[in-house]
């Protein structure tokens, strides 16, 4: 496939873009090498195509452009950019190019060098188990057999990109074999071999379509978060999106998720944002221990870095790193979580480049075609029928930081079109430490969650009407609210202290899994519903604090213990010691699940 | 080997073009016009132009004027004769000393590989207890100063630098006022910091493009002094002006603003910065304390909001006090766990009843009854504010934890304060004489 190498030279330099001049054919989207000399040797520095016009070319280059000159050589590759595909991808770093960085650090020391790309899977050998045999016909994406990947059945498959139906000719026996060795062989219809291996790439801005039917999402995709999981879900194979100013905590919201989320693998694609941020990860995951497997979480966790001040045309690229792998995992039946943080930093990328090819320019000067760019990276979250009948999915979940925190900027407006949840974070509520600072009547969920939905939905009321009451009681006081008012304050502002905030430093409470939300809802449900015996507010407030007190206790004892009955108990003694009746409308409610 | 060009064939702005060949992109070249020689620095090259940035402004050049290419780009020299020395943004002398061009270095080098990053892990005391009990920064940390305009924060910065336990400051001054380059002259002087502080100095009656170089210049010098073990505290201010130097920039440039006139990199541009602060296993450390003056005292201004975007944290100067509320260290659980026992807790519940006591002073304005608790409230805000808040306090951090229970003691019951006994029975004053 890189038979035809063209080349061409550099006519001009701006910033990240070269310009170059070519004879011969040049392909959109192909990559090329810079050629440059420098005092340490000569150094090929990875670019792509970008936009071409007559003999000449732009290419975006994902490095720092200092020392180009006019002339220097351009050698064209004819391939799109492309990870590669294998065994070995789990628990790597990788730049946004797939760069491995701990092997590069081992290579170059402190600094990212330019122009030094290592191979992305480690040479190992794997136990190889074929599942094919001479004789069988396939198509892409069928296994030809599996190796264990740490905890996982990784299947080596037939290539994506080979679109024909192919017969097996040879097969390797059951053994270990070196990643890049030949393990077997097939024919297509025209009776052209092509020798496998247990790896292969594919183009990174080209979803993976293996499968034969998308689905529906419509299990939930558990974040042991209580406020997400019972109020606005995401499901396995949807998108959501997490808008919020800077220090709101959209990314340790999504380190929290990373660590519990009940999915098989998680990709995390560190986008343009902190290092520091990634170190904490990186230097944590491999102590922690994913609770599901007893193993360590680097175990499932694959890490895509392209941090602010690295390459800003390789910050556009790692979105697409992070998906393509996200995707291949998918096709062995896997349910992959992919947490970008921030895809802001991603359109603005966009937007760098856009503003160097001089293109037309759309809200505050990002390019035309933001908004379809958003929703066709969105659209690679799925849910997909694999042609074994197994089931594969990619939930995505994207950070957004607006300008200013005002969400009417076109990031945050493209992104909320298309996705299927909104988590917003709120300053007031991260001001007020009230973490995780989700704003929960701003909010919203497409899918269905773990909880009743007519009984969330109850809960929901009891918020909406404890803050018009808390925004009454600012003009008139307490002196000037009705005790019947006060008392949906009250337990507005309990539902939202004991269940919807949550302490993600709390051994017990920082996740908290779908049957324990279910439980304790259901007493909370019933707090709600309850209709009080108050003579004054004083009593009602001191009531709340003391079933307040008495619920973060609760929560913070460990799921079925002696301890967790014993306090619920007391909870509901405190409850019945003060109920006079229950609300109609609930009372029907409990009816009815009954 | 050096080439010499001596035909402009436009001049726009800051910016020069000429016909040359051989150029690489960033090179150097020198400019020399009858107002003397500047430095320029290749923006742009496209076919056989070559277009740059003239250091010292393109005022005043004539089209007739001489450059001559360096062939290498911005380089600085890196020694310790830097020290106790005053350069301007290109690193030209600004004190009567030599010039110095031994050991050059690039600057605006390649950045850190995220996996040799560690996790940071020793605090940085000030003396200052807003920062050292609420929000303690941290070696390594980027950290801004979020200040309107009339507010000390020069002042803040200088005595940071004083009792800084760093080995070395780096002071980046950006459209510096002459005078408070002179105080901050004077004070480290004063101070004897002077020979562990090196100085970059951008006036605003400077040529602005040297404003751009400061923040490079001075955070590629200090990674070379974390390189070779030493603690650098890198002082930049202000960097609204770098911003806005940038901005005036991206204008004649004909750049598409984003955002108030903002070119659409000021992102990437601050973020590649900022992020120079590092601690290096096995080697020194570069901690960036910055100020932004926030225009029109707004925080969602372009340029304090997309700092807050990078920096992990910041603290808001308001009325000559550091404001415990919106001012945050993200650092500041890496290190307040290892102080003192009653370190952490002493922080929440000293700012859970600040918090109080900004509610109670609310309802007295608005003209609600006074509680006997209200009261309380009253005096504890006063002291704390009189005593711990004040930039003129000036204690360490056990003295400041200290004082924090005395000005408890001074207004509250022990239960009232909502610590947790065992933190009461030992800290709580006067119990020892009983
Ligand atoms: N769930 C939480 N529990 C406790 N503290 C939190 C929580 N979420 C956020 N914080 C606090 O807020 C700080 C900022 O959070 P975070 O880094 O997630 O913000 P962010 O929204 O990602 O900001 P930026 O846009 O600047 O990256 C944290 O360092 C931490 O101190
Ligand atoms: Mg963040």
Redesign the pocket.
């Known amino acids: 496939m890189k038979d035809i190498i063209s080349t061409g030279k550099v006519v001009g330099v701006n910033g990240n873009m070269v310009t170059i001049e070519f004879d011969g054919e040049v392909l959109m989207n192909e990559v090329g090498y810079v050629k440059l000399n420098t005092p340490q040797g000569e150094k090929n520095l990875k670019s792509e195509v970008i936009r071409i016009n007559g003999n000449r070319a732009d290419l975006q280059v994902f490095e720092m452009t200092r020392g180009i000159g006019i002339g220097d050589v351009v050698e064209l590759t004819r391939n799109l950019l492309a990870v590669t595909l294998g065994p070995g991808l789990l628990g790597q770093i990788y730049d946004g190019l797939q760069n491995p960085l701990p092997q590069l650090a081992e290579q170059c020391g402190f600094f990212l060098d330019r122009g030094v790309y290592l191979d992305p899977l480690p040479a190992k050998e794997w136990d190889f188990t074929p599942v094919v045999k001479p004789g069988d016909t396939v198509t892409r994406g069928d296994s030809i057999g599996t190796v264990p990947e740490g905890i996982f059945t990784h299947r080596i498959m037939v290539p994506f990109n080979l679109l024909d139906t192919y017969k097996v000719k040879s097969v390797v026996p059951a053994g270990s074999y070196p990643v890049s060795g030949k393990i077997a062989e097939i024919e297509d219809s025209k009776g052209t071999v092509y020798p496998l291996t247990m790896r292969f790439q594919w183009p990174v801005k080209r979803a993976i379509d293996a499968y034969t039917e998308r689905l529906k999402p419509v299990d939930p995709m558990v974040t042991k978060v209580r406020l997400i999981d019972t109020f606005i879900p995401v499901a396995k194979g949807g998108t959501y999106c997490i808008p919020?100013p800077?220090?709101?905590?959209?990314?340790?919201?999504q380190q929290i998720t990373s660590r519990n989320a009940e999915v098989d693998i998680v990709i995390i694609a560190a986008c343009g944002?902190r290092a520091g941020e990634v170190v904490e990860t990186l230097k944590e995951f491999p102590e922690l221990t994913d609770p599901r497997t007893g193993k360590s979480l680097m175990e499932r966790t694959i890490i895509i870095c392209n941090t602010s001040s690295m390459p800003v045309a390789a910050r556009e690229a790692s979105v697409y790193t992070a998906a393509t792998l996200a995707e291949y995992y998918r096709q062995m039946g896997l349910d992959v979580l992919l947490l970008a943080d921030s895809t802001s930093r991603w359109a603005q990328a966009m937007r760098e480049m856009s503003g160097r090819l001089e293109e037309i320019p759309g809200e505050e000067a990002f390019p035309a075609y933001l908004e379809s760019v958003i929703a066709s990276f969105y659209e690679r979250a799925c849910l997909v029928r694999l042609k074994d009948g197994s089931t594969g999915s990619v939930t995505i979940g994207g950070t957004v930081?607006p300008a200013g925190g005002n969400f009417e900027e076109p990031v945050t407006q493209a992104t909320l079109k298309v996705v299927g949840a909104f988590h917003g974070?709120s300053r007031e509520r991260?001001d007020a430490r009230k973490?995780?600072a989700i704003h929960p009547l701003e909010s919203w969920s497409k899918y269905k969650g773990s909880v009743e939905f007519d009984k969330t939905e109850y809960a929901r009321r009891v918020l909406y009407k404890g803050n018009d009451v808390a925004q009454m009681m600012k003009v008139v006081g307490e002196e000037g609210t009705s005790l019947d008012d006060y008392i949906v304050y009250l337990k507005s502002d309990f539902l939202d202290s004991v269940y919807l905030q949550q302490n993600?430093f709390d051994p017990v409470d920082n996740s908290v899994s779908v049957e324990r939300q279910r439980h304790i809802f259901d007493v909370i449900f019933k707090i709600l519903a309850a209709i009080f015996d108050f003579q004054v507010k004083d009593d009602a407030r001191q009531y709340f604090n003391q079933l307040r007190q008495l619920f973060l206790d609760y929560n913070g004892s460990g799921w079925d213990t002696d301890e967790f009955t014993a306090k619920e108990k007391e909870l509901l003694d405190l409850l019945s010691s003060k109920q006079k009746d229950i609300d109609e409308t609930a009372a029907q409610m409990l009816e009815t699940t009954r | 080997m050096r080439k010499v060009y001596s035909k402009i064939e436009s001049i726009a702005g800051n910016v020069i073009t000429v016909s040359a060949d051989g150029i690489k992109y960033e090179d150097l070249a020198e400019v020399s016009s009858a107002h003397g020689r500047s430095l320029a620095q290749v923006i742009k090259l496209k076919d056989d132009k070559v277009a740059l940035q003239v250091f010292a402004g393109g005022r005043g050049i004539s089209t007739g004027d001489e450059v001559r290419f360096l062939g290498h780009p911005m380089r600085i020299s890196f020694s310790d004769n830097l020290l106790g020395r005053i350069f301007n943004g290109g690193g030209q002398p600004r004190d009567n000393g030599p010039a110095l061009t031994e050991n050059m270095i690039e600057i605006a080098g390649p950045s850190v590989n995220p996996a040799k990053r560690i996790i940071p892990r020793n605090m940085v005391r000030t003396g200052i207890p807003m920062i050292d009990v609420f929000n303690s920064l941290v070696e390594s940390q980027k950290l801004p100063i979020f200040s309107s305009s009339g507010e000390p924060y020069n002042e803040l910065l200088a005595r940071i630098a004083m009792q800084a336990e760093v080995d070395m400051i780096i002071l980046g001054g950006m459209g510096l006022k002459y005078d408070d380059y002179l105080f901050f002259k004077d004070t480290l002087e004063e101070g004897g910091a002077l020979s562990r502080t090196i100085f970059f100095v951008h006036t605003a009656s400077d040529p602005i493009v040297e404003c751009l170089l400061v923040p490079d210049v001075s955070l590629a010098v200090a990674e070379q002094f974390a390189l070779q073990g030493k603690k650098v505290l890198v002082l930049l201010t202000d960097m609204t002006n770098f911003a806005d130097a940038m901005k005036e920039i991206a204008i004649t440039m004909e750049q598409v603003p984003s955002n108030r006139g903002y070119p659409g990199d000021l992102y990437s541009q601050l973020a590649s910065r900022y992020e120079k602060a590092v601690d290096f296993e096995g080697a020194g450390s570069i901690t960036i304390l910055a100020v932004t003056t926030m225009p029109g005292d707004d925080v969602t201004h372009p340029v304090p909001d997309n700092t807050?975007?990078i920096t992990e944290g910041q603290f808001y100067l308001k009325n000559g006090r550091i404001e415990p509320f919106g001012s945050?260290s993200?650092l500041k659980q890496q290190v307040n766990k290892d102080t003192r026992e009653d370190h952490r807790a002493l922080m929440d519940g000293m700012i859970k009843l600040y918090a109080a006591y900004k509610e109670s002073m609310e309802k007295k304005s608005m003209g609600f009854r006074m509680s006997d608790w209200d009261t309380k409230l009253l005096k504890y805000g006063e002291i704390f504010e009189k005593e711990l808040m004040a930039l003129s306090v000036n204690i360490p951090l056990e003295k400041a934890l200290d004082k924090g229970w005395e000005i408890f003691a001074e207004c509250f019951m022990p239960e009232e304060t909502g610590m947790r006994t065992e933190l009461l029975k030992k800290f709580w004053p006067g119990k020892e004489e009983k």
Do not use: H, I, M, Q
């Not at chain 1, 800077?246 to 919201?253: Q, S, Y």
């Open positions: 919020g800077f220090g709101a905590g959209k990314t340790v919201l944002e930081s974070l991260s973490y995780p993600s | 807050g975007y945050l993200r």
